[in-house]
């Protein structure tokens, strides 16, 4: 709501009250936080501002090397689905294909929020964990090749 001058928040029943300069800024912060692209060893995640989360091949620029998810929560779902330790032939069930399946894999095991880690280069495989593994950071370094 505005009142001319300021611009009145309201979160969880607070308000709070702001003014152009600082809910510009405010927009700014949200949208930032909402959008943005990070970045692994082999893999990147995008938040974008359609809602979608879009894995790609770390620096790669064609589609060919994307997957497009309705959002995060779909990414998800379908590590939740795969069983406790899988390969890209498991991911191609799920109706992906081609050198995504591949990318999917890495991109679980590098992504903090799966709670996995690769347990075989050949063929990759990537093995479940009772959390701490996947962390950014902890990416197996045989896998990076």
Same mark, same amino acid.
């Given at each position: 709501?505005?009142?001319?001058?300021?611009?009145?928040?309201?979160?969880?029943?607070?308000? @709070?009250?702001?003014?152009? !300069? %600082?809910?510009?800024? *405010?927009?700014?912060? =949200?949208? &930032?936080?909402? +959008?943005?692209?990070?970045?692994?060893?082999?893999?990147?995640?995008?938040?974008?501002?359609?809602?979608?989360?879009?894995?790609?091949?770390?620096?790669?620029?064609?589609?060919?090397?994307?997957? @497009?998810?309705?959002?995060? !929560? %779909?990414?998800?779902? *379908?590590?939740?689905? =795969?069983? &406790?330790?899988? +390969?890209?032939?498991?991911?191609?069930?799920?109706?992906?294909?081609?050198?995504?399946?591949?990318?999917?894999?890495?991109?679980?095991?590098?992504?903090?929020?799966?709670?996995?880690?690769?347990?075989?280069?050949?063929?990759?495989?990537?093995?479940?964990?009772?959390?701490?593994?996947?962390?950014?950071?902890?990416?197996?370094?045989?896998?990076?090749?």
């Amino acid at each position: 709501m505005t009142n001319g001058e300021s611009i009145e928040v309201t979160i969880d029943g607070r308000t @709070v009250s702001l003014s152009r !300069e %600082q809910a510009r800024d *405010l927009q700014d912060a =949200l949208g &930032d936080a909402m +959008t943005h692209k990070r970045e692994f060893l082999h893999t990147a995640g995008e938040h974008r501002e359609d809602g979608k989360y879009v894995v790609s091949r770390r620096s790669a620029d064609s589609a060919g090397n994307t997957k @497009v998810f309705d959002d995060f !929560e %779909q990414v998800q779902r *379908l590590f939740e689905r =795969l069983p &406790d330790e899988f +390969t890209a032939d498991e991911v191609s069930r799920t109706g992906i294909t081609g050198s995504r399946r591949h990318m999917l894999v890495r991109h679980f095991a590098e992504h903090p929020a799966f709670d996995c880690t690769i347990a075989r280069r050949n063929p990759l495989t990537v093995e479940k964990t009772d959390g701490g593994a996947g962390a950014e950071g902890d990416v197996d370094p045989a896998a990076a090749d």
